[in-house]
């Protein structure tokens, strides 16, 4: 890999770092919607929030939407589990974010921003307001936004309710209408029928920063980087048994064994990619990629040495999960307690062989029938882990035998 494409936290160092405020916003604005759609949608983004749906389909299904009010949401949630490259975009590059989600209002015809800040981040919402009101006194929001008369736009912060699931788009924007933060039945989509039942776009705060760099550099340099199915550059949280932990910008497509090069962490025996709701990826398979086409991620990798009890590990997620279930889907109300205690039965050594196939069972059920990704991922991290990881988990099942090899997707 090139070491060069790679830029820790020093933040100064990440491509936002050399864009300036107003750069992508005038860019975008010296030409119809519809033209810098077509930017975005030349440049290939996928949502950095982790499901990497297509951003300029997202705004070109909201563009035509029918429907007088629309809104642009930014999910700035950010609860997965060794997640905090967000955390680092809102405190040094918040002018991208806010420059993206107004590219993203003149893009689908929207009026109204919400930024929904994890409540965790509470300590930054007076920072971010801050810049809010700098770029209302430099006219980039408010009535006539860089002087284009007939687009205002203006953005409001909303604080997260400190539930996990509340990043669930649909949840997100339950809790943003005061009520219970639980997942909808879709269709329909927020696209659609979003906040308040209006058209909403709901991104990532990494995509929109993103969004706002396609249109100061070009979607051709985007393009020209990556891979052809997941292009661009991304940012990675980088914890765990490593010498360089931090904030990282990667080119998407980088192997698991580059990653762990550049952040010190060639030691590990396992890389759990895509925080609690990832897979957990071991040594001999550190020449898979790290893209929307092999293992896809909202940026979390937590890197697990050889010390590690990958049983504990799985065990602590699915404790948070436990708490974080919102519990109104049977797969993952009734599933999650299932899996932990056939977790607690194994690091007893008291689960049987029968026992472990029948809980693998139960984990991708849950995987095809919970109602949102929080009970369809719970399960991901033991069932790689018993896969991929027999040797730790037959030492401990009452019967030694190696279970039903399933066939399972990456
Ligand atoms: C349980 C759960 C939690 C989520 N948390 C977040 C989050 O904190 N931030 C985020 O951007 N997306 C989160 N998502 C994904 C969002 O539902 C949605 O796909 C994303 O905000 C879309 O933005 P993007 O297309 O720019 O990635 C979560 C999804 C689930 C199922
Ligand atoms: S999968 Fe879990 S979090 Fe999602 S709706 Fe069902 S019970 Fe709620």
Redesign the pocket.
Known sequence: MTTSAAVQTTTNRLTFAAIEAGQGLNAALKQPPADALRQVAFSGLRGRGGAGFSTSLKWELAAKSAGERKYVVCNADEGEPGTFKDRVILADFADLVFEGMTIGAWVIGAAHGIVYLRAEYTYLRPHLEAVLQRRRDAGLLGSAVAGQNGFAFDIAIRMGSGAY?CG?ET?LIESLEGQRG??RNRPPFPIDTGFLGNPTIVNNVETFAWVTCILAKGADWFKGLGTEKSTGHKLFSVSGDCARPGVYELPMGITVAELLEEVGGEAAKAVQIGGAAGQCVPAARFDRTIAYEDIPTGGSVIVLGPQRDLLRMSRNFLEF?LE??????????EG?PKLLEGVELLQNGRCSMTYLEELCGLGET?QQA???????S?PNALLSIVEHFQDEILGRVVAKRPPARRERTA
């Open positions: 699931v669930e949840a639980e997942p999960f974080e279930s919102c519990g109104q889907c049977t797969p993952c109300r999650i849950m919970s109602k949102c990704g929080l009970g369809q719970a």
